[in-house]
DNA sequence: TCTGGGGTCCTAGGACCC
DNA sequence: TCTGGGGTCCTAGGACCC
């Protein structure tokens, strides 16, 4: 049996723990730069029309006229809370796949099977105990069944947030609660596809021939079929695979002009994902840079472009990287349009220890402990306090907007909690 | 005025190899 | 008229997830 362990409003909780003072009242989480309502408590949830990912600024009047608090998004907490989670996670189960920053499957094939309703309650109990996180349990033979179960868990008010899907009736009643557009996987496009030709529910959707599933959904489609019959298809993944691509893309504050801006927005970016590629000892083999202006604005003049560069020799080295990104940058843009967003990714990732030179170049070791250096350094001092001086220092002109960002309360000795006497 | 960001997997088709 | 058979690698585009 497998467990699916998913915090509630995860965001909205995360501030909520530091704030006690706004519990009962409707709070909400907004993306980056502020943009749009990201994560809602139960109690903005409760408040009519708070679509997710809805801009912020069509819906403001009605947040104000309700008082719904405003947070800006604070990944560092969330990162650091989620963290928490899992840890504790690891203390029921010895293989846990971690699957989001909310969520995580944890394998129970060691659990008996009329033990398992107490124990999903013991977990969520102890979650909440240790971090003051609400979170809902499903249980069921395979990952697609325990999301069916744990929704479940929280749309069914007697099953007080944990529901085991254990026996073959269980799975029946269960596919036929769930309409076929809430079946992780099938997404809006597939469910107009089967809702055409008759399928209403998940029970539904069960009963199709898998060969129509598997022409019309590929396999994905087809493990989602089997899964939900109760064969276990999806491979339980206890370490984390290395990533393909590292990218990063951020709208900026403002809109922005004048090549050197973007270049040092461009060249901060580099910086980052040069970091994650270090973290995980890998290098990259090309890159591809993107930029674009607004294009849900109806005045201005619109343009995009991207482009991938290849590099001479795989590399993690941030000076590289950021020399070929802005070269790539400068094929690519033009001149009197109001750009909005550039964004980098790195492409061709490949193990650091399978690097190989060329006729022209050898790999070399002598930046490795200068980057090494600086690496500790920020890991000590805050993200990129040291950092190459082609990332110049106009961050102001570009940056995200986050009025509403709460203290960095569990990774910053000085944004830390402070309790005061009355 | 203001509209998110970071990913994965699959398939088809093209280019190329022997 | 008839035009092989077995592959790999790459890219673009579609669909989906949180």
Redesign the pocket.
Known sequence: MIALVDCNSFYASCELVFRPDLIGRPVVVL???D??V?AANKEAKALADIPM?Q?V?KIKKELIANKVVFFSSNYTLYGEMSQRVVNILKTFSSKVEVY????SFIDLSTVPHEELETFGHQIKNTIYRLTGLPVGVGIAKTKVLSKLANKMSKKIPNKNHVCVINSDDDRVEALKWSPVTSI????????ERVIAIGVATAYDFTQLPLAWVRKEM???GECIWRELRGESVMEFITEP?K?????????FGK?LESLDIIEEACSYYVGEVAE?LRTQNSCASAIHVFLVT?F??MRDKQYSNSI?VKLAMPTNDTFVLVTEAKKALHLIYKEGYKYK?V?VNLLGITPEEYVQGNLFKIPTESKKALTKVVDELNVKFGKLKVSSALVGTRVKEWELIKEERSPRYTTQWKEILTLKDK
């Not at 989001?100 to 969520?103: C, L, Q």
């Not at 992780?184 to 469910?191: A, D, E, R, T, V």
């Not at 691509?245 to 951020?250: C, D, N, P, Q």
């Open positions: 993306s980056n730069n943009g749009c990201i990912f801009p600024f989001s920053i909310d969520e992780w996987g099938i997404g809006k496009k597939h469910s590929t396999v994905v695979k990533k393909k691509a590292i990218g990063t893309a951020k709208s809109k994650v607004n849900f604005s991938t967003k964004g």
